[in-house]
């Protein structure tokens, strides 16, 4: 995003078109279900591009991504689909008391489900600096980030709660716009920076072997796919 000039309304009302035809075309790309892993991180790839140099990937380029990432989505799709599926059936069984334990449970299984959701979009961040791809990796990074910081998987968490909630609430023609600003705000959350927790302590204070060091979800640097 541009931060160099002084942006005005007519900047803020382009953002945001922009994530709305990126929210209908990840909808519109993910329809056949299995391709839904590669239209997100081929969307994920875009808002990379787009936070880092301030404009848009080339159609041609997103196009390139989204077909060398259909592939290698697939697994990941019918993962995704089937966790979620089990999940909602769990939600639904204890809601009804068709399954025994009651609120606690209820309770105990919503935050499972929220913290797998955080994480997940955490993922998909991840996905988005490789380029749109490399799946495993990333799975494997955004589950050494969230360990890093607890905050920030909390914090994408609350995002996909938050978007979750608003599908709901909204009127289904604004569902697919909800997705492109979903997939802007968990980049917007991952890639903020940690505030250091004893700036003032001076330089007297040196950190020790086992304090762990945030890492960005979305790191500068990372190659696209071959």
């Known amino acids: 995003m541009e931060t160099g000039a002084r942006r ?18 990840l909808t519109l790309a993910a329809v056949p279900l299995l391709t839904a892993a590669a239209a997100a991180g081929t969307a994920s790839a875009a808002v990379q591009d787009w936070t ?4 848009w990937p080339s159609a041609g380029t997103t196009v ?19 966790g979620a599926a089990l999940l909602a059936a769990d939600l ?5 008391g068709r399954v025994p334990g009651g609120p606690p449970a209820l309770a ?7 913290g797998l959701a955080g ?20 799975a494997r990074s955004a589950a050494r980030a969230c360990l890093d910081a607890p905050t920030r998987w909390a914090a994408l968490t609350g995002v ?3 978007a979750g909630l608003l599908t709901v609430l909204v009127t289904p023609v604004a569902v697919p716009i909800l997705a492109g600003y979903t997939v802007a705000a968990l980049h917007a959350v991952a890639t903020r920076r940690p505030v250091p927790a ?5 330089p007297q204070r040196a950190a020790g072997p086992t304090v762990r060091r945030s890492v960005s979800a979305a790191g500068i640097g990372r190659r696209e796919l071959p």
């Open 64 to 82: 390139r991504r989204f077909g060398r990432a259909v592939l290698p989505g697939v697994p990941v799709s019918l993962l995704a689909l089937v």
């Open 108 to 114: 105990v299984t919503a935050l499972i489900a929220a």
């Open 52 to 55: 880092r140099t301030g404009s």
């Open 160 to 162: 996909v709660a938050l």
């Open 8 to 25: 005005d309304w007519r900047d803020v009302a382009r953002d945001a078109a922009d994530l709305a035809l990126l929210g209908i075309l």
């Open 198 to 202: 004893d700036s003032t302590a001076g």
């Open 119 to 138: 994480y997940a979009g955490l993922v998909v961040v991840e996905v988005g600096g490789n380029g749109g791809g490399r799946w495993r990796a990333s």
């Open 92 to 96: 639904a069984a204890l809601a009804t």
